[in-house]
Structures are given as structure tokens and as C-alpha cells.
């Protein structure tokens, strides 16, 4: 869902790391922590065991993706699947104490759409916000649409590993301690007339913040 500007990823893994060697928050300095304790205090179980699957909000009518993977995820599944930059998501996870995450994903009836979310479980509500523009400032947004209380794009772009044109819209929020990722993927041939689905996106993104807030009040 995202793409890495190596000059942002270099700056905000700095800072991370930065911010996670100043220490716990427990108090405790974690300067002298070794690799290996840093790489299983994030992965955790081998096997997810999530509790988000029923927290999810997908579109109704949309039908199941045989070719990407939907479920609960652990960091380490996200990290060797779906990151751009492992080392940035790695940080910006651990930072985050992430706990858990889930994945789903669903095409239109014709099959030209792909609906995208990602749910990340952090330690706290604060850290769910800077995990969110975290993740959001891997990619370039050039073409921001209003909705309120969320970070959202609309774009048309080239693929050049498909030699297609692709509508992307994507939002992202955080509720309570849990960052949502949804977006919208429509391809065509270059040239065809593609339009992002903000509406679509829009929707959902405020029927999941309701499931969340409702969840978590």
C-alpha cells in the first residue's frame, strides 16, 4: 500500500531509533539492548493469533481475493510480505509496541477492483498516531481529499511492472490504539478513464471508525 522515499525513510528511522534508545517507559534504558532481544521483543508468537478479524469493516458485495492472503498477521509476517523498507517498519513497529495486526483483502463482482485494509494493534493511542504517519509518510500523497479525522489520496498512476494505469485511493486513521490502512486499487490500460473511488473509500473508513470507537468505548 505504500512506496519509500529513501530520503524520509533514512530521516524517521533516525529518529526512531533515537527516540527508542532514550528508554523504556518503564524507565529503563534500552541503549544496551542487543539485536536479538530488539527482533523477539517484536515478533512474538511464530503464529498469529489475532483478535481484530472481527473488527474488520469490508464492502458488501465484494467477493474473496484467492491470490492475497487475508488473516491476522504477526511483525514478522508483515515485514517479510508486505513492507517496503523492513528497516523503517521494523523501527516504526517497535516504537509503536506493536501487539498485533490483521489483513484482508476482497475484489468487485467484475474482478477491476481490489479493496485493501490493514488493522496495526499498538500499545496506546499515542503511539497508534505516530505509527499512522509513519506508515503514510512512505509514499508520496500528492492529491489529498478532505475527510475528517483521517489522512486520505486519491491518484491515477502509471504501474510499470504491469504497464497499466492505476486509480488509487487511500485512507488512513487511528482509533484508539489501532491504525486502519484501506484502499481502493482499480487498473486499466494507459489511457483508459480511471477514476479513484473516493465514495467507496470514504464509506468504509467511516462505518470501521464507528465499529472501533463503539469497540473501544
Known sequence: MKRTAPGVAIGVTALLLGMTACG??????????????????????????????????LPRGYVADPRNTTGPFTATAFLNTWSADPALDRALLLNASFVEGYRATRLSPDKKKRYTLQLFKTGSAAKA?????????????????????????????????????????????????????????????????????????????????????????
Not at 28 to 46: D, I, Q, R
Not at 137 to 161: N, S
Request: charged fraction near 20%; charge should be negative; glycine fraction near 10%.
Open 24 to 57: 523504556n517507559e518503564d524507565g529503563t534504558s534500552a541503549a544496551g539492548e542487543t539485536p536479538a532481544a530488539k527482533h523477539s521483543a517484536l515478533t512474538g508468537p511464530k503464529a498469529a493469533k489475532g483478535t481484530l478479524a472481527g473488527l474488520a469493516v
Open 129 to 217: 498516531t505516530v505509527l499512522q504517519n509513519g506508515l503514510w509518510g512512505q509514499d508520496t500523497h500528492d492529491h489529498p481529499f478532505k475527510l475528517a479525522g483521517a489522512l486520505a489520496d486519491a491518484r491515477v498512476e502509471y504501474d510499470g511492472g504491469a504497464a497499466q494505469s492505476a486509480a488509487v485511493a487511500e485512507v488512513s486513521l487511528a482509533v484508539g490504539p489501532i491504525v486502519v490502512e484501506i484502499s481502493v486499487r482499480e487498473v486499466g490500460a494507459v489511457g483508459s478513464n480511471l477514476t479513484p473511488d473516493t465514495a467507496l473509500v470514504t464509506s468504509l473508513a467511516k462505518e470501521q471508525r464507528t465499529r472501533l470507537t463503539a469497540t473501544n468505548s
